[in-house]
């Protein structure tokens, strides 16, 4: 009897135990997202190439895995559209997507404009997947900032 016991026992904490190993809840596992848009670079808007790269977007993954941006466009209120080539944005990264031109590197894409994109006063941007759909959108309407954080 005593022998029973123990087993019904030993029987009950493994069961426990399996219910511990359930998976994490989906909604704790983050996601990409629109994070920043600086979109009034410091000074006079002159077009020079530092005044178009000190505006940009960062975009920020908050999982726990790489994802690909390839073929991922991001698009103001006017459609002006960049389409991310082979890239792949790692786990907790944030890339900065730049409007002028310049060398693509992990943590920074150039756009390679030679004009603004994000207006000083009101914009809209949005992240779309190579399939089309939205991932993310953020817009401002304030030309008391120069940047929002989304
Ligand atoms: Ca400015
Ligand atoms: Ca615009």
Redesign the pocket.
Known sequence: MLRLRTLAAAALSAACAGAALLPVPAQAAGSVHLYKIYYDSPGSDTRSATSLNAEYVQIKNSTSRAVSLTGWTLT???R?TYTFGSYSLGAGKTVTVHTGRGTNTAAHRYQGRGAY???NDR?SATLKKSTGGTVDSCSYNSTRADYKMC
């Open positions: 103001d209120a006017s002006h994109v994000w207006n914009d």
